[in-house]
């Protein structure tokens, strides 16, 4: 790629940066992990649910998170769980701006190198 090319990535790329940095300063409180609910069976041998899978009781909230490769589930209330739940997808859209900029880098360290190449 000629210079005036690589320039022009270059700075179609830092374009595509800033507009990502402007997206992250949106992003609210992040949370870990996620967010799941559970049915379960009780203790008493003669409840329904041992017999109606559509009987089960719950929704029992979970909120859980990796810890050194290991799930370490935590029970949380409902008002938690709706809290956790929104702050968890800011996580999830975070981390997929920060990959977004990984690749807008990716091309931009192609037409960077170029353009020092070209410098020396
Ligand atoms: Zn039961």
């Not at 790329?13 to 967010?35: R, T, Y």
């Amino acid at each position: 790629m000629d210079s005036k090319k690589a320039q022009q990535i270059l700075s179609d790329c830092l374009k595509k940066h800033q507009g990502l940095a402007e997206q992250l300063k949106e992003v609210g409180f992040v949370w870990p992990g996620s967010v799941t609910s559970r049915y379960l069976k009780c203790g008493k041998p003669n409840c329904v649910c041992h017999k109606d899978p559509a009987s089960l009781h719950g929704p029992y909230l979970y909120w859980s998170t990796k810890v050194d490769g290991k799930t370490v589930s935590k029970a949380i209330s409902g008002t938690e769980a709706k809290i956790v739940q929104e702050w968890v997808a800011n996580r999830v859209s975070l981390e997929s701006i920060v990959e977004q900029m990984k690749e807008v880098a990716k091309d931009a360290l192609e037409a960077a190198s170029q353009l020092l190449k070209e410098e020396d």
